[in-house]
């Protein structure tokens, strides 16, 4: 009995201690649960971008992929109200991708939100996503010199500095490459030798040079 009567007053002076502030939390908790409450809720369309992250290296997205998704949140109108448009995407995590076709669907995790602010709809709500590896391959680079006929009828020698880039792309489009060319170099003389820095063209999609892109041209005349 006396250990029931020593448990009963360590609870009753629990409960005494700090009671002011207790009461006080209290008041502020229900203070805010009321506001809440109390507010009015709305839902609210957006149009928003589609961010694809991580995608995986040496991997290609070879489909058209839609680039805006329509979402419809709801909440108080305080959080709605707070939002900003240009704030909001919707983002697709390719982490661990294999080659392929996969359908990733939206949800509320797709988007970063404050809290108290729900996802209603989204559409289109799933997302096809195809997938390829690539390939590289390294390509010989051919000058292209543009200008009047009496210039490049004089032409003796053309070099490109390196001779060959090392390109990274679909095994189809690689297996049709045979070599790339510069962007137009135009001589400004028809005498001696001239040197440009000329960038190198890519004619197909999903493809990307390993390193620089730029490579340096050098016309030699007749004398």
Do not use: C
Request: net charge positive.
């Amino acid at each position: 009995m006396p250990d029931r009567l020593r448990m009963m007053r360590f609870l009753e002076g629990l409960v005494r201690k700090n009671l002011g502030l207790k009461l006080l939390a209290f008041a502020v908790a229900a203070g805010l649960w009321w506001f809440v409450a109390a507010e009015s809720h709305i839902q609210v369309g957006f149009v928003v971008p589609l961010e694809i992250r991580n995608l995986p290296e040496r991997m290609a997205i070879t489909n058209k992929v839609e680039r805006q998704v329509e979402v419809r949140l709801a909440g108080p109108s305080s959080l709605i109200g707070s939002i900003r448009q240009k704030d909001l995407a919707a983002t697709i995590d390719l982490s661990g991708a294999k080659p392929g076709k996969d359908v990733v669907r939206l949800s509320e995790r797709s988007f970063t939100l404050p809290i108290g602010v729900r996802v209603q709809g989204i559409y289109p709500h799933q997302i096809d996503i195809a997938l390829d590896s690539l390939e590289r391959k390294s390509l010989p680079v051919i000058a292209r010199i543009g200008g009047p006929d009496k210039i490049r009828r004089r032409i003796a020698q053309t070099s490109v500095v390196p001779p060959a880039v090392e390109v990274e792309a679909l095994p189809g489009d690689l297996s049709r490459i045979r070599a790339l060319s510069t962007e137009e170099v135009v001589p400004d003389v028809a005498k001696g030798t001239f040197t440009a820095r000329a960038r190198v063209d890519l004619p197909v999609e999903h493809a990307k040079i390993i390193g620089n892109s730029d490579v340096q041209v050098t016309v030699r005349f007749r004398e």
